[in-house]
């Protein structure tokens, strides 16, 4: 855990935030600046900072806890399709030096831009 890192404080239960899924090694939130109606971050409780550091083993558990994630936002019917957005590192885009996933919720028209294909 890294002392000054909000996603370990969240993790550990040291600062209040409503966790809409969770599992051994990852939880899922809510984003606090949300791109759309239903947006979560996928988090690792480990401090990790990448997905370089995001160890193989770990790497199926990830994907069937995002995948999870997005189908229930689906469910709910918060969106026809989603975006998965992973930023690495402050020139990938990276705000927070703790690594995660958006899971974004997305409808026909709703006027986000995604990146190029």
Same mark, same amino acid.
């Given at each position: 855990?890294?002392?000054?890192?909000?996603?370990?404080?969240?993790?550990?239960?040291?600062?209040?935030?409503?966790?809409?899924?969770?599992?051994?090694?990852?939880?899922?939130?809510?984003?606090?600046?949300?791109?759309?109606?239903?947006?979560?971050?996928?988090?690792? /409780? @480990?401090?990790?900072?990448? #997905? *370089?550091d995001?160890?193989?083993?770990? +790497?199926?558990e $990830?994907l069937?806890?995002? /995948? @999870?994630?997005?189908?229930? #936002? *689906?469910?709910k019917?918060?969106?026809? +399709?989603f975006? $998965?957005?992973m930023?690495?590192?402050?020139?990938?885009?990276?705000?927070?030096?703790?690594?995660?996933v958006?899971?974004?919720?997305?409808?026909?028209?709703?006027?986000?831009?995604s990146?190029?294909?």
């Amino acid at each position: 855990m890294e002392r000054d890192c909000i996603f370990c404080k969240i993790a550990k239960g040291e600062v209040k935030s409503e966790k809409v899924a969770e599992s051994d090694n990852f939880f899922a939130i809510r984003d606090v600046h949300p791109i759309a109606e239903g947006h979560v971050m996928v988090i690792p /409780k @480990k401090h990790l900072v990448t #997905l *370089l550091d995001i160890p193989n083993n770990l +790497g199926e558990e $990830l994907l069937s806890f995002t /995948k @999870k994630v997005a189908g229930n #936002l *689906l469910d709910k019917k918060l969106g026809d +399709g989603f975006d $998965l957005l992973m930023r690495n590192l402050e020139a990938g885009g990276q705000e927070v030096m703790h690594a995660h996933v958006h899971v974004i919720p997305r409808k026909e028209g709703d006027g986000i831009s995604s990146l190029p294909v």
